[in-house]
């Protein structure tokens, strides 16, 4: 059983590009959740999608952010006109459940030129 | 303020001495779970326990809680190299989002 899926590992951006970072989430798993890790810092939740649908995005940024999970295919977390500043590690995991173990993905490291 | 806020921030002792971590949080929760991430690496899930818990055994890892005292300790037996990492506390207060401390190093001496 695969674990938590992300690509690309590494990602490098000049300012004002587009960021498209990929999440498959375990086998049976219908619950993606989406973190961000500045360096130095622990994890911040962004959103927690279930299949089609998000359930919480209060940790999202409101602008140039978006995710989604379609019905087939793996979680898309977008970011639109990427700034220095989102230069990050970004985590995926996924669950069977809500209130669950949440399994994490390696990450993808993006760097904003 | 960090929901989650482990003691120590580092940790330095000798293989095979015991290794005692502790996590501090404000609200009720859901459950706590603890993830051990290796530099540069992804996060590794070593155990959830549920507020109705108060203690779980995984190997050589126990996980206690108090949630009278909002408090959860991660015992490390037998310390080994290789759990030379750094770990995190996570509480999931609501709708499964996991809000994380900013971990503690540990360093196991050989």
């Known amino acids: 059983n695969a674990g938590v899926m992300q690509n690309p590992r590494h990602l490098v951006r000049r300012r004002g590009q587009e960021a498209r970072l990929r999440c498959s989430p375990m086998k049976g798993h219908s619950h993606v959740y989406w973190y961000r890790q500045l360096p130095e810092e622990g994890l911040k939740f962004m959103v927690y999608?279930?299949?089609?649908?998000?359930?919480?995005e209060s940790g999202m940024p409101k602008e140039r952010f978006s995710a989604e999970f379609p019905k087939e295919g793996p979680s898309i977390l977008r970011i639109q006109q990427v700034v220095r500043g989102d230069s990050a590690a970004y985590f995926c995991a996924s669950s069977p459940q809500r209130d669950y173990e949440q399994y994490f993905g390696p990450g993808t490291r993006l760097t904003v030129t | 303020s960090q929901q989650g806020e482990e003691d120590p921030q580092a940790l330095s002792i000798q293989e095979g001495e015991n290794a005692t971590m502790n996590c501090s949080y404000k609200?009720?929760?859901?459950?706590l779970q603890w993830y051990r991430q290796n530099s540069g690496r992804g996060l590794v899930h070593l155990i959830l326990i549920r507020s109705n818990e108060r203690e779980k055994h995984s190997g050589r890892l126990r996980v206690t809680l108090d949630t009278s005292k909002k408090s959860s300790s991660l015992l490390i037996t037998a310390s080994r190299a290789a759990d030379t990492a750094s770990y995190f506390c996570a509480t999931d207060a609501t709708n499964s989002k996991l809000t994380f401390g900013k971990g503690i190093t540990l360093s196991v001496r050989p």
């Open positions: 609200t009720s929760i859901n459950n």
């Open positions: 999608l279930q299949k089609e649908n998000i359930i919480d």
